[in-house]
């Protein structure tokens, strides 16, 4: 049988490795960037599928770009914000 523990106890511990931290800094924004464009799909009403139509691209591109795998330049995010009837804009908020 095996034992479960809680994710905060886990988070906790990740939290005091310093190279786990390092980790999640460096990839802290490219995660935000894609957190934020399948929340705004999904908040359109659209599939992956229907924002690479959209787009001109594959489903897998819009996916790779939504998990995070991929480094979107700035005319490929406005391109998504178009497919969504949105526009991308930027915005620079204080550091922590």
């Known amino acids: 049988m095996t034992d479960t523990v809680p994710f905060s106890k886990l988070s ?7 190279a786990f931290v390092a980790e999640y800094e460096r990839i802290g924004p490219d995660m935000e960037l894609a957190f934020a464009l399948s929340e705004a799909r999904r908040e ?18 819009v996916a790779r770009m939504e998990g995070g795998k991929v480094k979107p330049t700035w005319e490929t995010v406005e ?5 969504l009837g949105r526009r991308a804009v930027v915005a620079l908020v204080a550091a922590e």
Do not use: F, I, N
């Not at 359109?44 to 690479?52: D, I, N, S």
């Open 12 to 18: 906790d511990e990740w939290k005091t490795d310093p």
């Open 44 to 61: 359109a009403g659209l599939t992956q599928v229907e924002v690479a139509r959209r787009m001109g691209t594959s489903q897998a591109a």
């Open 79 to 83: 391109r998504y914000a178009r497919a």
